[in-house]
């Protein structure tokens, strides 16, 4: 038995206005394929009016075990949220 | 369409768990417990990972297979709509196996390796689909039984603790609603039909409605791994209680449209489900279950040999666009 297809990422512009969205992930030797199938699993009920199929292989991932490096120290840095300031009562429109 | 634990020599939890690292699953166990979601490339304990890998691909060969039974009476639909809704039905059980066999490929086993265990017997799947659809009227009973007994199992696996299979379980679920209708629908018109419609319909009914209750598997006192799967959020309901839900709701649709449900010990009872009221209903004769499961239903052969005929009839178009690819690949290698 031959090897399976080639794995490709699936991702969906739902509407206008919006951004594509990762919905799944489908199996295609050619783009051309890959679309049919993402439009063919994806697509079945006016789920979007655009599609993007990007091959897995070429996504790059953070690792979880990177988590509290990559994106903890927004903690430490508080003064990043408007929260961090004190506005006096009265003065409106900040 | 779902499917349940099969396999009774399942590896149990604790002796697989016994090799991982202490402070790494008490820090899994403890985000599974605050439901968190786990994603493909989070660590998890082994016992999970094969648990979850197991229960997602025999749902999505569930989902195949499920597709033989209703096949068969696409050309034979009565109507050019029943066959338009049909068809489209066939095809969501198609996209329903497509979207969790992705789901359980993300923990590491590939497509490839699932169909194969599929074809050689050695993975299993709902034993709902080893029963013939004999007339039309089967058409009707599978929507309305086998797809609503689907949804009682799945809507809780919206919030399974595994992230991919939780956000397939969202997208069958919204797809499912529709196959549910069409069927009572179709169980509907055969009761407002001739005496003849209505005895097709109440036969179908009769050999539909057991098969329908043990989708929900063994009874919790039979069924060992539901406590492990409860703990890991895998599982968030026990087979009993879906199959106790599934009969209340179910017994007065079929009583609104003149079915009677072949189950002589079939009461209401004021007491269950603490005061609320609920059916009291006969034994599921476990022993079918069984020797369905191990591949002795009436048709089970029968769907085997049309998944393996398909895979191997296809096998040409998959080469071909293979071949096709590598041969344009090289082409634009070249120009460049």
Known sequence: MSKDWPLWEVFVRAKGGMSHRHVGSVHAPDPEIALRHARDTYTRRMEGISLWVVPSAQIVASDPADDAQNFDPAADKIYRHPTFYDIPDGITHI | MYTTELSKNAPTATNVQALEDPAKLAAFEARVAADEFIEPKDWMPEAYRRTLTRQISQHAHSEIVGMLPEGN?????????????????????????LYLYSAAETLGTSRREMIEALHSGKAKYSTIFNYPTLTWADIGAIGWLVDG???????????TSYGPYARAMVRVCKE???????????CMAMMAGTADQQRMMQDAFNRWWWPSLMMFGPTDDNSPNTAQSMRWRIKRDTNDELRQKFVDITVPQAEAIGLTVPDADLVWNEAKNNGAGGYDFGAVDWDEFYAVVKGEGPVAKERMKARRDAWDNGAWVRDAAVAYAQKRNAREAQAA
């Open chain 2, 73 to 97: 009476w696409i050309s034979r639909a009565p109507s050019l709509r029943r066959k338009a809704i049909l068809l489209a039905k066939v095809q969501d059980e198609a996209g329903h196996g």
């Open chain 2, 149 to 159: 007994a689907a949804i009682m199992n799945q809507v809780p696996l919206q919030r």
């Open chain 2, 176 to 186: 499912e609603s529709f196959h549910q209708r069409q069927g009572y629908e179709i």
